[in-house]
């Protein structure tokens, strides 16, 4: 049976016998968030784990932190920084096997960066002397998506692709709350949903898409449950509990590795910084509400449950804080580093083959960059 | 002696044979679309192709434009060469976003690290009858993307020959197919059909000496009747057939004006802002010195498509054709 013969069919028939196609209980998220720190849950936690999510978390704010510095000194044009968001952003990059693929918006640099990629190549779109830093092939990273939703047919597309290959590969698609009221988000989890595609699709509901709240942008009981329209289960997660968060995101994974089909995570979080370091977010919402946010912290969270369990000790807090700073100092001082450019590179790569009149073009771009040089550029 | 027959075909069935050929010879070639699958298409282009290939290979999608650009992008992305149908050109705008955003882009935004070897065929022209949003003219938004390939074929041979070469491409490629030249037949060798490489060059369909008529896809069977009976008033025209808007072949073009010292640009899309004006800049800035007259434009009126019972005034015809060749400035001769 070939992939796509393995639907179910769903036909027109004479009124009485309709029925719907299946149970649309099993696919309902929970009416709570899903939480393991601070609960009974966490006693089932492997440690290991909760360990290195520790160390991600520490290391994903500095990071943010270091590169909210770099747009504040102009290194960077822009940041869209996820702090506060760390748990979902590390978590997303954890669960993933090194043959699956992620695909990142743009807020999810520090998911990409978990991932393996170099910071400066996940920032290199940011600082804007190219468009994408990285090889997307070699850690299974699509480029950075700048306009909302549109990674996430892309991820269905793929893990499609994959499935029709037979290679036993999942991908990840991130998306925040405003992102879901794009069209393309529909589409891909329509076609999802039809193809059974190995995708798992992670909603960062973190309150605001730049300005707008949540209530502005959709009426539905939560963005999980958007999943029962399609017939893929919708799950809730607390998105600042990264044990919470990397199980949820792991069984969805997992669930979709075995042929399970797709999964919607919707992960309450909450975007402690402005949109951009152009926006400017006191104009929509008070510091009272970020201050109740900052109390719910995605690392503070997880340290309680740490120390309190004996697992994290001031030594191993201290070694994981210096690897952070020797990031970001290592980021900081290659960041600093005045970018060399060559603008003949404009037209490498808009075809296989540029065509004549980009040649031509070329040849006039060249002309002008000697005539600017002058004799002495001539020489050198 | 042995000859191989020269059988008439519809360049829907060239079209057809050109997937097929593509399918077989190698097995990334997915199709994909609206209807595709057990209906073999509405236009009947993708027949056969389910059966023989299976629905992995030849996919019946949801009905969703951008979903299907969309995924197929992905698909691409992981080493597929997926080979689109959008069901009419009027249809294919919900995918204008994928188009521009990524699918014209992704080979630039990555450095050549992600190429997109995707092929879009979209039915696209008036002429059939078609009740609204059937018969636009969209090739003027797919020209202005920077990173699109946009070919559109005028013969049953070249509509095999430049598909096939579309799918071998290694980049993205609109596949613009004039509906109203679906059925219709010429002389093709089905046994040995060849694939026209490189996309990009622009043919003399009919030498000339009094004047060039730059024209494309469903106009091209108008120019050449217009040709003929230009004949009576004493004119010997060209007809350069494009079957590639991007890449253009600004050399086939010019040499062909340089020739004949006059050109007028014929299409069914509309004049302002419409692909001829390109076309005249372009032949205006390489041949001004070799020019008797001003370039001409022959197109559909500048107003949205109109109902099936009014199309044949909007549409460029041997009349309009002939008056604009009439006004080309010929007393300068005389």
Known sequence: ?380 | MTTVAVRPATMAQALTRAMRDAMAADPSVHVMGEDVGTLGGVFRVTDGLAKEFGEDRCTDTPLAEAGILGTAVGMAMYGLRPVVEMQFDAFAYPAFEQLVSHVAKMRNRTRGKMPLPLTIRVPYGGGIGGVEHHSDSSEAYYMATPGLHVVTPATVADAYGLLRAAIASDDPVVFLEPKRLYWSKDSWNPEAPTAVEPIGRAVVRRPGRSATLITYGPSVPVCMEAAEAARAEGWDIEVVDLRSLVPFDDETVCASVRRTGRAVVVHESGGFGGPGGEIAARVMERCFHHLEAPVLRVAGFDLPYPPPMLERHHLPGVDRILDAVGRLQWEAES
């Open chain 1, 1 to 380: 049976m070939t992939v796509m013969e393995q639907r179910g069919a769903y036909r027109p028939t004479p009124p009485p016998a309709w029925q719907p196609r299946t149970d649309p209980a099993p696919l309902l998220p929970d009416t709570e968030p899903y939480r393991v720190l601070g609960t009974e849950a966490a006693a089932g936690a492997d440690p290991e784990l909760l360990r290195r999510l520790y160390a991600e978390l520490v290391r994903g704010r500095r990071y943010n932190a270091q590169a909210t510095a770099l747009t504040k000194q102009g290194r960077l044009a822009v940041y869209p920084s996820s702090t506060g968001q760390e748990a979902c952003e590390v978590a997303a990059a954890l669960v993933l096997e090194e043959r699956d693929w992620l695909f990142p918006s743009y807020r999810d640099t520090l998911a990409v960066v978990t991932r393996g990629v170099d910071p400066v190549e996940a920032l290199t779109l940011l600082r804007g002397d190219r468009h994408t830093g990285y090889d997307p092939h070699e850690h299974r990273v699509a480029p950075l998506s700048t306009p909302l939703a549109t990674q996430l047919p892309h991820a269905v597309g793929l893990a499609h692709a994959a499935r029709l290959r037979g290679d036993d590969v999942v991908a990840l698609a991130m998306v925040g709350d405003g992102g879901t009221s794009e069209g393309d988000f529909h589409e891909a989890l329509n076609f999802a949903a039809v193809w059974q595609a190995p995708v798992v699709f992670l909603v960062q509901n973190n309150g605001f898409a730049i300005s707008v709240p949540l209530a502005k942008q959709t009426a539905a009981p939560s963005l999980a449950h958007k999943a029962v329209g399609y017939g893929m289960p919708g799950r809730l997660v607390d998105g600042n509990d990264a044990a919470a968060v990397h199980e949820v995101l792991a069984d969805a994974v997992r669930r979709a590795r075995a042929g399970g089909g797709p999964t919607l995570v919707e992960a309450i979080t909450y975007r402690v910084e402005a949109h951009t370091n152009a926006d400017d977010a006191t104009r929509y919402r008070g510091d009272a509400e970020v201050e109740a946010w900052k109390r719910h912290d995605p690392i503070a969270l997880l340290e309680r449950e740490l120390t309190g369990r004996g697992l994290l000790d001031e030594a191993a807090a201290e070694t994981v804080r210096q690897d952070a700073e020797a990031m970001a100092a290592d980021l900081r001082a290659r960041m600093n580093q005045d970018a060399v450019l060559d603008p003949m590179d404009l037209f490498a790569h808009v075809y296989a083959e540029p065509t004549a009149q980009l040649v031509e073009q070329r040849e006039q771009l060249r002309a002008e960059l000697a005539a600017e040089a002058g004799p002495e550029g001539a020489q050198g």
